[in-house]
C-alpha cells in the first residue's frame, strides 16, 4: 500500500503536526482517502466537548473489513496476515494469508447470519488467543454486529455485567485455553454467566483442547458443525455491510474510579483511520514488516495493534497463544527469531519479568530480524527501558513508549521509531491532531515547559470514543465535566524542559496492575461481598514486576482464628467476582479505617502506609479516630 502520510524525517513530523493543528479537515481529509470508501463523506469533522459529541467522516459509507482485507486481496492475497504461534512450542504454527483470511472471515460471517445476528446486534467473545478469535471479530465487523471482546480472565460475574450492558444477542466461545501448563476453562465459566443474561440467543462454542464440556440445547452450537453447514450452502462471499462512518464498530468494558466497568465504544471510519495512521508512524511499518504485538484481545492493545492497525495497513502481524515465561523465559526471543519479527511490541510489566531471568534466556537468540521496539500499558522504569534497548534492540532498535488509552483508541503521545527523538521513560510528543494540555486542580491551564499536572486532551482525534455504551451521561462525567470543553485523561503528566511529555501515573482511583486497568472501588465492591467484611479499602502500592500491586485493608466481623485463612477466602471470593487478575498482593485486617468527621476514608493515609511510610503520616488531625492509623501503621504487610 502507498502510505504517502507516513512522516519519514523530523521536519516532517513538524510540519504534520503544524498542519493537522491548523487544519485538521484538510489534514484529516487527505489521509482518509488513501482507504476504502464505499462514499465519502460530508464533512471531515463536527464537534462540541459539552454534549459531548464528535464525529468525522460524517456522510461517509464504509466497511472496516473491506479495509482490512478485500482491499489487500490483488497485491498481497497470499502474503502471510496473520501467524498464530501456539502455547505448545511443538506445535507448528498456523499461517492464514489475507486470502486465507478474508475467506475464514466470510466463512464466519455467515455462521452468525445464519444464527440471527444482524447490523447492529450486539456479540459478546470470550475466548483464548487463537486465530479464531480475529476471525469471529472481524466477521461481526464484516456483517455490522458489534463486537465486546471480554478478557478470557475475567470471571462469570463480570461476563455476566458485560454481556447484559451490552444486551449481547450471541456469545462465542471456546471449550477452554491453553497459558503455558495451565488449562483454563472457558465454557463453563460461560454457562454460569448466561443463567443471569436473557438476551442471548445462541452460544457458537469452539473446540480447542478438547475437554468435555456440557452444550445446552437450543442454544450452544459448535463452531465446526456452524462451518459445515455454511460450506454445505457454497461459496460463502458475504458481503461486507455498508456502514456509516459513525455506527458503532466495537464496545470494550474498562474500569473506571467509581462503580462498574463501562462500555466504551468505538465507531467505524475515525478509528480506522487512527489505529493505521499511528500504527505506520509510530512504528514507522515498512511493507514486508512482520509485527508482534504481545497484547490480549481481550485489550485495546489487541484491538487496535494485533488487529486494526496492522492489518488495515497490510501488514503480517504475530498473534501468540501462551505466556512469555513458558516452558521458559525465552519464548518471546524463540518467537521473534522464527517468525522473523520486525517490530515487537510489549508491556513494561512483561520486560520487567523477563529481566528478572538474566540473560541466559537471550543466549543463542539472534534477534536481528528486531527493528523496532514498542511499549504501552503503564510507566516504563529507566532500567527496563535500557534493557528492552540493549538487549533485546542491540542498542539499534529504536524503543517507542506509546502512550494511550482504551478511550483514546490509538496512540496519542509517543515518539516515531528513529524519526524523532527517544527519550527513556518520556512518551514524548504528541501524533499530529493531538493538542495536550496541563491543567492544574483548579482546571487552569499550566503554560510553558518544565512543569507538571493532570493531562487533558484540547481537541477531538479521530480515534477517540463516542459515548459509554447506554449512558452517554457518563461519558461526559466521566472525561469532559472535570475539565470544561477538554478531554480529561485521568493521568497526570509533566512536560521537561524540550516540551517531552512523560506520563507519571493515574490520578484517580483506577490503579494499573501488570498494565491492566483495575478500579479500586470494583475490588472494594469484591471484597464487600465476603460474608466476614464490614467494610474495605482498595490502594495501589509500587511493585518491583507487576508496577503497581493491590493493597486491601479490610474491617473484618467475627473472630480471627486463622488469618492467613481468612486473607485466602477473602482472595479468592475477589477471584471469583472479577476474575484472578484483581486478586489483592496484601490484604490487612484491621479494627477500622481512618476517616474524618464527615465519613470519608483518607486513602492518602492508607496509600502512605501501604508504601511502608508509617511515621510521616501528614496531618492525622481532622480524622475521627486519629487512634485508627497507629493500628494500621503497626499492622502494615510488607509486599
Ligand atoms: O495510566 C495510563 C497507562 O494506562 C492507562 C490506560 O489503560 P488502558 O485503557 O487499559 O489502555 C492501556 C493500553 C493503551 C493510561 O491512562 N498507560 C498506557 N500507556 C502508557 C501508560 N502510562 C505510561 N506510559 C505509557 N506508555
Known amino acids: 500500500m502507498d502510505v504517502p502520510y507516513q512522516i519519514r524525517t523530523h521536519d516532517q513530523y513538524l510540519e504534520a503536526y503544524?498542519?493537522?493543528?491548523?487544519?485538521?479537515?484538510?489534514?484529516?481529509?487527505?489521509?482518509?482517502?488513501?482507504f476504502r470508501w464505499r462514499r465519502t463523506w460530508d464533512s471531515v469533522l463536527e464537534w462540541n466537548f459539552t454534549d459531548p459529541q464528535v464525529r468525522w467522516f460524517h456522510g461517509a459509507k464504509l466497511n472496516i473489513t473491506e479495509n482490512c482485507l478485500d482491499r489487500h486481496l490483488?497485491?498481497?492475497g497470499s502474503q502471510p496476515a496473520l501467524i498464530f504461534e501456539p502455547n505448545d512450542p511443538g506445535s507448528p504454527s498456523q499461517i492464514l494469508t489475507y486470502r486465507e483470511l478474508h475467506f475464514r472471515v466470510m466463512q464466519f460471517a455467515q455462521v452468525l447470519k445464519n444464527n440471527g445476528v444482524q447490523k447492529g446486534d450486539r456479540v459478546c467473545l470470550y475466548m483464548g488467543m487463537i486465530p479464531e478469535l480475529p476471525i469471529a471479530v472481524l466477521a461481526c465487523a464484516r456483517i455490522g454486529a458489534v463486537h465486546s471482546v471480554i478478557f478470557g480472565g475475567f470471571s462469570a460475574q463480570s461476563i455476566a455485567d458485560r454481556v447484559n450492558d451490552a444486551q449481547a444477542a450471541l456469545v462465542v466461545t471456546c471449550d477452554g485455553s491453553l497459558r503455558g501448563a495451565k488449562e483454563v476453562p472457558l465454557k463453563p465459566v460461560v454457562d454460569e454467566a448466561l443463567g443471569a443474561c436473557p438476551s442471548v440467543q445462541k452460544v457458537v462454542v469452539y473446540a480447542h483442547t478438547g475437554?468435555?464440556?456440557?452444550?445446552?440445547?437450543?442454544?450452544?452450537?459448535?463452531?465446526?458443525?456452524?462451518?459445515?453447514?455454511?460450506?454445505?450452502?457454497?461459496?460463502?462471499?458475504?458481503?461486507?455491510?455498508?456502514?456509516?462512518?459513525?455506527?458503532?464498530?466495537?464496545?470494550?468494558?474498562?474500569?473506571?474510579?467509581?462503580?462498574?466497568?463501562?462500555?466504551?465504544?468505538?465507531?467505524?471510519?475515525?478509528?480506522?483511520?487512527?489505529?493505521?495512521?499511528?500504527?505506520?508512524?509510530?512504528?514507522?511499518?515498512?511493507?514486508?514488516?512482520?509485527?508482534?504485538?504481545?497484547?490480549?484481545?481481550?485489550?485495546?492493545?489487541g484491538h487496535s495493534y494485533l488487529l486494526y492497525g496492522p492489518l488495515s495497513a497490510g501488514a503480517t502481524t504475530v498473534m501468540f497463544e501462551g505466556i512469555p515465561t513458558w516452558p521458559d523465559a525465552g519464548r518471546l526471543w524463540d518467537i521473534v527469531d522464527r517468525h522473523r519479527v520486525s517490530i515487537l511490541y510489549t508491556a513494561p510489566t512483561a520486560i520487567r519479568s523477563l529481566m528478572g531471568f538474566g540473560l541466559e534466556p537471550i543466549a543463542g537468540k539472534s534477534l536481528t530480524s528486531l527493528r523496532v521496539l514498542g511499549t504501552v500499558g503503564e510507566p516504563i522504569n529507566v532500567e527496563a527501558w535500557n534493557w528492552y534497548g540493549t538487549h533485546i534492540g542491540g542498542g539499534r532498535c529504536p524503543v517507542v513508549d506509546t502512550w494511550w488509552q482504551t478511550e483514546t483508541g490509538g496512540v496519542l503521545i509517543s515518539n516515531l521509531a528513529g524519526v524523532t527523538p527517544a527519550k527513556a521513560t518520556f512518551a514524548t510528543l504528541p501524533m499530529p491532531g493531538v493538542d495536550p494540555v496541563l491543567v492544574d486542580e483548579q482546571g487552569?491551564?499550566?503554560?510553558?515547559?518544565?512543569?507538571?499536572?493532570?493531562?487533558?486532551?484540547?481537541?477531538?482525534?479521530?480515534?477517540?470514543?463516542?459515548?459509554?455504551?447506554?449512558?452517554?451521561?457518563?461519558?461526559?462525567?466521566?472525561?469532559?465535566?472535570?475539565?470544561?470543553?477538554?478531554?480529561?485523561?485521568?493521568?497526570?503528566?509533566?512536560?521537561?524542559?524540550?516540551?517531552?511529555?512523560?506520563?507519571?501515573?493515574?490520578?484517580?482511583?483506577?490503579?494499573?496492575?501488570?498494565?491492566?486497568?483495575?478500579?479500586?472501588?470494583?475490588?472494594?465492591?469484591?471484597?464487600?461481598?465476603?460474608?466476614?467484611?464490614?467494610?474495605?479499602?482498595?490502594?495501589?502500592?509500587?511493585?518491583?514486576?507487576?508496577?503497581?500491586?493491590?493493597?486491601?485493608?479490610?474491617?473484618?466481623?467475627?473472630?480471627?482464628?486463622?488469618?492467613?485463612?481468612?486473607?485466602?477466602?477473602?482472595?479468592?471470593?475477589?477471584?471469583?467476582?472479577?476474575?484472578?487478575?484483581?486478586?489483592?498482593?496484601?490484604?490487612?485486617?484491621?479494627?477500622?479505617?481512618?476517616?474524618?468527621r464527615s465519613g470519608k476514608i483518607m486513602r492518602r493515609i492508607l496509600r502512605r502506609i501501604a508504601e511502608g511510610e508509617t511515621a510521616n503520616l501528614g496531618d492525622t488531625t481532622t480524622l475521627l479516630d486519629p487512634g485508627v492509623v497507629d493500628e494500621v501503621a503497626a499492622g502494615r504487610i510488607p509486599i
Not at 274 to 296: E, K, L, M, S
Open 444 to 596: 487552569e491551564e499550566i503554560a510553558g515547559n518544565d512543569v507538571s499536572g493532570n493531562l487533558c486532551i484540547r481537541k477531538p482525534w479521530p480515534g477517540m470514543l463516542r459515548t459509554t455504551y447506554g449512558d452517554h451521561e457518563r461519558c461526559r462525567q466521566t472525561y469532559f465535566s472535570a475539565y470544561p470543553g477538554m478531554y480529561f485523561t485521568g493521568d497526570g503528566c509533566l512536560r521537561d524542559r524540550d516540551g517531552h511529555y512523560r506520563i507519571t501515573g493515574r490520578v484517580d482511583d483506577v490503579l494499573n496492575v501488570s498494565g491492566h486497568r483495575i478500579g479500586t472501588a470494583e475490588v472494594e465492591n469484591a471484597l464487600n461481598m465476603h460474608a466476614g467484611v464490614v467494610e474495605s479499602a482498595v490502594v495501589g502500592v509500587p511493585h518491583g514486576i507487576k508496577g503497581q500491586g493491590i493493597y486491601a485493608y479490610v474491617v473484618y466481623r467475627g473472630g480471627i482464628d486463622d488469618a492467613n485463612q481468612i486473607r485466602r477466602d477473602i482472595a479468592a471470593t475477589v477471584s471469583r467476582v472479577i476474575g484472578p487478575i484483581a486478586k489483592p498482593d496484601a490484604i490487612q485486617l484491621v479494627n477500622g479505617l481512618p476517616k474524618t
Open 18 to 34: 503544524r498542519a493537522a493543528a491548523e487544519d485538521p479537515e484538510v489534514f484529516w481529509a487527505d489521509v482518509a482517502r488513501h
Open 74 to 76: 490483488d497485491a498481497r
Open 211 to 301: 475437554t468435555p464440556v456440557s452444550m445446552k440445547k437450543g442454544r450452544d452450537l459448535w463452531w465446526a458443525d456452524e462451518i459445515e453447514r455454511v460450506n454445505a450452502m457454497g461459496n460463502p462471499f458475504v458481503e461486507a455491510e455498508e456502514m456509516d462512518a459513525e455506527d458503532m464498530l466495537f464496545i470494550l468494558y474498562t474500569s473506571g474510579s467509581t462503580g462498574k466497568p463501562k462500555g466504551v465504544v468505538h465507531t467505524c471510519a475515525g478509528y480506522m483511520v487512527w489505529t493505521n495512521y499511528t500504527f505506520i508512524n509510530a512504528f514507522q511499518y515498512r511493507p514486508g514488516d512482520v509485527h508482534f504485538c504481545t497484547a490480549d484481545i481481550g485489550w485495546i492493545t
